[in-house]
């Protein structure tokens, strides 16, 4: 599997959540959409791990499986070595003070009849970590720690500014000391003023506490700044894995590849070599066949096998892991591609993506 | 109001036509309670024939009101306010009649919105809405009109539109959406297009595609752009001009890639500075502290002076003009006045 480490704070192995389809008018279920598809990771001591895709690939429900807020339907989801998916009543609350969340929409995600101070000291008395007195000037401490002020612990969120509203999320996730947490998507409602703040906060969270993330987005270049290594997924499956700067130097699956080159750029002097990708994600409860982005694909040596051949995860350079059987190496050997109607031999394809005019 | 030391440049040299679109001291303030939000205030400028001119800000600066103002879209307590001139195709829109407007709207100026989930009613096909324009605005024969909306589906880009035609909204994903939009914005022919936020909800595959087909309709149609975002890339990309707001006013404008290389505004060079930038990562991204104030409560002076690093006491005393820095472009800043000023403060955009 891809960036397995040797001592994980997380490891998640095999983890699938298949939702059902239900449809007519009694809901029988028809079908099934596999959100998560047999998804494998490791998040290292004090690291973010981004994970990078589009609407609809999963990512959303890989981080609130891996935090056991949606079940999983199967896989192991270890934590420091303890297994989080036995865990039960007692031991699963006290398991949720390592791992947090922050969310996405700042505007629905606190509770608009709580004040902040009530927000963030939830977490203290739910896990007895303070009371009283002490509680509060914990509070007042966390506020202060994210860039707001103590005295705001008595007003409502709707008096805050969606960049405040989002380091009071930050400020509940730390309340109970967790060593990681999921960040879904957590600066992409704010303006980009805001978003430097609040990103820069994120990380000077984790070096002052050797905080993990797994950091959840689809904007690449926030995930470029944040994360060590990132994983990208399409249709609930991870197709590439890789460092940050060799996933983003050279990215090897031909999704990736796309996914970069889309991303407008902030410089009317580089025009850059964009692959326009036909058509739409396609549904994930009826994925196609063979290697999911094959209808979309432009790599030149794409062929019938790709429609046929469900594509490993594999290592192409060291610690570089691409699902692609027509960029080389490739375990598929030609013979079985062939079998499969192949008719293009694996070839490196790597479109130069910026260029100067 | 302090008005404009120097005359503000019209973008039309001498010489030229009269732009299609002349926009003077625009304000549109909501009277709310005994408090008055002056969101839009003193926005000037001009699109020309054919162009694509960027607006960007982030929320709050006044971009989308400016919009719905040039379609006389404002409703109470909102307030288009006397003074405000719009001049669209030599014809003042602030003295046209409803019906006048009505006339204009969706016939010369047309708009597309952010939102391509809510914009379009879920229980008409797609034919159905994309041919009642035609029937509405040009009353068009129930035929003409079908054929009409076949045509622009095409247009956009929709794969075998014919059949596409007779499907409902759920059924199209949200670029394909966009795409029926953008098609409906079309079918009378305008010559100007509003485009608020039109990729924002849509992902970067997509958002490509959007952008890849705006900039092929706007050649083909010989169609005028007024694109709104907030995306300073997805004005690189597409735009040839730019506007820049903050606090209800334009405080920098200038063609895009003198924008993008020569900023004279602390606010556009923060803005510019403040986006992670794909290729170069950074250890920290530099911010601009604090937020946007308030409509209702634009400081004294700059509006932008309490989070500016080089903001000194002629920023509060003296609201800025908008300076020219070269022929077609201008700050409203007083470091383009004293220039000398104009060094890295040492303190900038440090804070957190």
Known sequence: ?357 | MTMPARPVPNSSAAGESPPLLRVQDLRTYFHVGGAVARAVDGVSFDIRQGETVGMVGESGCGKSVTALSLLRLIDPPGRIESGSRIEFEGRDLLTLNEEGIRQLRGNRIAMVFQEPMTALNPVFTIGDQVAEVARVHAGASRRAAWDRAVEMLNLVGIPDPRERAKSYPHQLSGGMRQRVLIAMALVMNPSLLIADEPTTALDVTIQAQILELLADLQQRLGLAVLLITHDLGVVAEVTSRVLVMYGGQIVERAPVRELFAHPRHPYTRGLLEAMPRLGRPRDRLTVIPGTVPPPTRWPSGCRFRDRCAWAWQRCADEHPPEYVVTADHTARCHLVDEPSRDVTPAAAGVAR
Not at chain 1, 75 to 82: A, L, S, T
């Open chain 1, 1 to 357: 599997m891809p960036g397995a480490l040797a001592d994980p704070l997380l490891s998640v192995r095999k983890l699938t959540k298949h939702f059902p389809v239900r449809t007519g008018l009694f809901g029988r279920a028809s079908g099934q959409v596999r959100a998560v598809d047999g998804i494998s990771l490791d998040v290292g001591h004090g690291e973010t791990l981004g994970i990078v895709g589009e609407s609809g690939c999963g990512k959303t429900t890989l981080g609130r499986t891996i935090l056991r807020l949606v079940e999983p339907t199967s896989g192991e989801i270890r934590f420091d070595g303890v297994d989080v998916r036995a865990l039960k009543g007692k031991d699963l609350r006290a398991m949720r003070r390592n791992m947090q969340i922050i969310f996405q929409d700042p505007f629905s995600s606190l509770n608009p009849r709580m004040t902040i101070g009530a927000t963030v000291r939830e977490g203290l008395t739910v896990h007895r970590i303070a009371e009283g007195a002490a509680a509060d000037q914990r509070v007042r401490q966390l506020l202060e720690e994210v860039g707001l002020r103590g005295e705001y612990a008595s007003q409502y969120p709707h008096e805050f500014s969606g960049g405040q509203r989002q380091r009071v999320g930050i400020a509940r996730a730390l309340a109970v000391e967790p060593r990681f947490i999921v960040c879904d998507e957590p600066v992409s409602a704010l303006d980009v003023s805001v978003q430097a703040q609040v990103i820069n906060l994120l990380r000077d969270l984790q070096r002052d506490r050797g905080l993990a993330y797994l950091f959840i987005a689809h904007d690449l270049s926030v995930v470029e700044h944040m994360a060590n290594r990132v994983a990208v997924m399409y249709l609930g499956r991870i197709v590439e894995f890789a460092t940050a700067p060799d996933l983003y130097r050279e990215p090897l699956m031909p999704y990736t590849q796309a996914l970069l080159s889309a991303v407008p750029v902030p410089d009317p002097v580089t025009k850059r070599q964009r692959i326009v990708l036909a058509g739409d994600v396609p549904s994930p409860a009826n994925p196609p066949s063979g290697c999911v982005f094959h209808p979309r694909c432009h790599h030149p040596a794409r062929d019938a096998a790709c429609a046929a051949i469900v594509p490993p995860l594999e290592e192409k350079s060291p610690g570089h892991w691409v699902a692609c059987i027509k960029q080389p190496p490739t375990t598929v050997a030609w013979d079985e591609q062939r079998k499969a109607g192949a008719t293009k031999q694996p070839e490196r394809h790597l479109p130069v993506l910026g260029t100067a005019v």
